[in-house]
């Protein structure tokens, strides 16, 4: 993974950017339907430049890909350095896709500062996207942090229930509370690669050259898992996720049950970086007693819930579980299950929320009491619901059994008492999801349903199909997916398997090997960049000082 | 000890700026006598001037690399005293032109407040200058007369007297104290000039002199415990100087701590470091607290001034190289982001004449611009990337980690969060709440420019700050040899995992 490979166009940039230059387009403008148009314009434009990245994306291939690279703060070692790799691609597409059917869903359903509304959607994507193709850790979490400052003003001033200011200014707190404690695992890493060299460097691939102590990793392990837990949320660091989930937009809900930042974290940096930690048998032993609580109890207790947006908190808790799960089975078949299903989830349980929106906008809540008998009144809502409701519980064909099925075959690779009680986790969700639907969709008409019901308008039905065909593509057939994740992983794998020392000897072979095939390596536009600045020695000439 | 007071013309050269102000502000003395009908803004517009030439003719210096000392040592101008004279210029500039308006509402003595704003900042930059102690005590108090009457320039106001009154007392009081741990140390070492203390050996007396020496100082910056006046002072105050208050002369303050602890008790640095982490957690941590409950704008801008000291002291706990440029840097971000703050607040309590936190309710709907802007410098001030403020912090952390200053560096990180409170709390009223009267608010000139100056300042230096942290790391180079950083042992890491 320590490849590099750049496109001649900064197509990245433009990806991270143009979201933000829409925001402030939107400002000059004063006419509410001009604005809606643009900022569709504007996030259709990005998800256009999303799906060329996808196409022009490498697949099976570990290499970071697009990069880009500028000093930004040398004396420290920060750089402006994006790239995506096969961990990062399918989110920057996710996240696209998203803002996209947000921006859809809340066409009529925003009234109130429709302008700000959507500048805050468009300056949330940029902050998003800045998470997935930051490869420096300065400049990941300066986009970590600023994805706070939109998130906290959607819930704010767009949240839905009574407790929202409670909600937005928990969800910020304690997100910043984990987040500076990963910023200290940041500046230890950054601080061990100055041992090494005598310089400072917060470049990924730069700390992926220098081992770091085995007896140090568990330290800056635990530092970097607390802002990640903190943000994914892990149980029981859960806490602030029902308020901000149920007090906050729909918009702001499927965003944060959707783009699944902090497990991506782990993926991305501690794997990675601190192999020896991570498949240190304690650590392994605690993330998966937590992942499996929150399977189990976050089943449990959504089969109790009355009101439908809770019910989706708390299974997204389970489902999020089942990410961890995977991610620390520590074998080949969970990581891909894991980053299969953060994507899944994304289309899953977001695609929940936008239905738990719709018909909020029509009863004015998601209670249990006000539903009943909808079949009849919205068939559309009926059907769609009942398929992406399938996917969530990982029905046969549907992208959430191929996530599932792998991240179970991991866990029982890993030991057969986590696959055990993973299993249950899938019965109490078709329990809880089959049995709340049998409520509020079929049987009498409850008594507080009013008689004008309408059913789907074009636009929602729009957002619901577009779901389902990616539910269906990834279910029935994932391998572009999976080719686009597998070399990514691969070479996470690698690492942890062999830890840090024997990984970083290794990919000196391999890069030294590719500067002798390089005519070979021209893939399509893309170039190795100089393969020697990639073994950059301790002797860099940029000036950074110590 | 005989003073060569001979001086060549090569020696005033470096005395130019200084010169040149003191020119400069009898001339608007002189105007503002002379031309009785004359229009105070022109006067404020004439100061302005002469203190952006004083900055131009300054950064030119810095260019040139004009440097060296006068006086046998008492006065030095090396890349410490040029930053911390700019710094102390630059916020000069932005106050004068903030008070404009304020300065209307004053019944008589318009004049004259430009000329004691003036009067302060040659003081101050002397004291950037200050390489001893004797030019220590005067330049201090030098600086200090001008604020004691700026303080009480209200004269019709209670509260702006009493301020007057508790800042004077606190400060002739600070002013004692140094005297006499001046004294002690010149009776322990039987020298005045910091460097020529380097040698001296300890000894109970030279310690309990410098540690007068630090509380009179401490006091000038606003460290917990020496922090009682400020409160009260910033609160009564007229505004814009509390503006200044609240950063020129910690800034000239932390150019003496500085080159006193880097210099003169180099020897000493495993002492001293303790002092310093002490007093950095009570600051944080007794500023964000209490900041918590204000009710009053400038109260809770004076107590979050009192944590982000704390945040600076981290850099002088440190005592390296890297410490210094954190410091440096960090006060450059906190110029810009705090006066921007005060200048939001001027602009809000000229039109509104109040300054409860309750009356920013609405602020968004009423003015637009100001409510953008006291967020974008409320974030920098609680360190939200990619904003200045985050860019200090993350740089004087680092120099913390580097030395291993653990606690220091937990404290400090907990302490964003609870400032991340009570900042929100504020943005919460501007953007949320419903205002009490909605009538739109308009921003004067002068005072725009000052708030687009700190706009500027705050996003440059977060999203570009390459050449400043060049600045500062090149304007501390004198002391690379203080210690050697100890980050290349290995051992850092290991003896942090173990305990």
Known sequence: MLEELEFGFPILSILLFLPLLGAIGLWTLRDTDLIKKTALGVALFELALAVLLLLRFIPESAAMQFSERLNWIPALGISYHLAVDGISILFVGLSAFITVLIILYSWDTVQDRAKA????????????????????????????????????????????????????????????????????????????????TNMYSFDLLDLLKVPVPVSDQLLIFWFIFMGLAFKAPVFPFHTWLPDALVQGPIGMSVVLAGVKLGTYGFLRFSFPLLPEASTNATVVVIVMSLAL????????????????????????????????????????????????QMINLGFTTAGLFFLAGFLYDRLGNTLLDNCGGIASKMPLLATFFLIIGMASIGLPGTNGFIGEFLILLG????????????????????????????????????????QALKDLTQRETIIAVSLCVMIFWIGLYPSPFLRMVNGSVQAVMDRLDHGSIASIEQDRMLLSHAVALEPEGQDRAMAIRNPQ?????????????E | MTFDLTLSGSDLLLLAPEIFLTIWLCVVLAVDFTFKQIDHENLAYLSVGGVIATLINLIWFDYTGVQGALFKDMFVLDGVAIFFKILVLISTALVLLASIDYVKSFKFFKGEYYFLVMMSALGMMFMASAQDLLSVFVTLEFSTFGFY??????????????????????????????????????????????????????????????????????????????????????QGAP???????????????????????????????????????????????????????????????????????GNVMIGLAAGTKRGSDAILFYLLTYLFANLGAFAVVIGVSNLIKSDEIEDYNGLNRRSPFLAAAMLLFLLSLAGVPPLAGFIGKLYIFVAAIEQELYTLLIVGLINIVISMYYYLVVVKKMYINEPHDPTPLSVSTPLKTVIFVGIAGTLLLGIYPKPFIDWAVDATLMFSNITAPTASDPAILTSLAGG
Do not use: C
Request: no cysteine; charged share 10%.
């Open chain 1, 117 to 196: 509304y959507f500048m805050s959607i468009l300056a949330l994507e940029t902050t998003i996207m800045g998470i997935f193709v930051s490869i420096d850790l300065i400049l990941f979490f300066v986009f970590w942090e600023l994805m706070l400052v939109p998130s906290y003003f959607l819930i704010k001033l767009w949240g839905v229930g009574e407790e929202k200011h409670y909600a937005a200014l928990k969800y910020v707190l304690y997100t910043l509370l984990g987040s500076v404690f990963m910023l200290v695992g940041f500046a230890l890493l950054s601080l061990n690669y100055h041992d090494v």
């Open chain 1, 411 to 450: 866990a029982f690779q890993a030991h057969w008492v986590y696959g055990a009680v993973a299993v249950s986790g899938v019965i109490f969700a078709a329990a809880y999801f089959l049995w709340y639907y049998e409520r509020a969709i079929f049987g009498p008409i409850g008594e507080h349903v009013p």
């Open chain 2, 149 to 234: 009457v700026l303080v009480a320039y209200l004269r019709e106001d209670q509260k702006s007297s009493e301020a007057g009154l508790k800042f004077f007392i606190l400060g002739v009081f600070a002013a004692g104290l140094l005297a006499y741990g001046i004294s002690l140390v010149y009776g322990e070492t039987g020298t005045l000039v910091f460097s020529e203390m380097a040698s001296a050996p300890g000894s109970i007396g030279l310690a309990i002199g410098f540690i007068m020496i630090f509380a009179a100082l401490g006091f000038k910056i606003g460290a917990v415990p020496f922090h009682s006046w400020i409160p009260d002072t910033y």
């Open chain 2, 239 to 309: 505004t814009p100087v509390t503006a200044f208050l609240s950063i020129a002369p910690k800034g000239a303050a932390l150019a003496i701590l500085i080159r006193m602890f880097y210099v003169a008790l180099a020897t000493f640095k495993p002492t001293w470091v303790l002092l310093f982490v002490v007093a950095s957690i009570l600051s944080m941590t007794y500023g964000n607290i209490v900041a918590i409950a204000q009710k009053n704008i400038k109260r809770l801008l004076a107590y979050s001034g009192i944590a982000q000291i």
């Open chain 1, 533 to 545: 600045s990639a073994i950059r020695a301790p002797l860099n000439p940029e000036g950074r000082t």
């Open chain 1, 293 to 340: 609580a929150a399977i189990v109890w976050g089943a449990i207790i959504a089969i109790m819930q009355p009101d439908f947006r809770r019910l989706l908190v708390f299974s997204s808790i389970s489902h999020l579980g089942f990410v961890v799960l995977g991610l620390f089975a520590l074998n080949f078949q969970g990581l891909q299950g894991s980053l299969l």
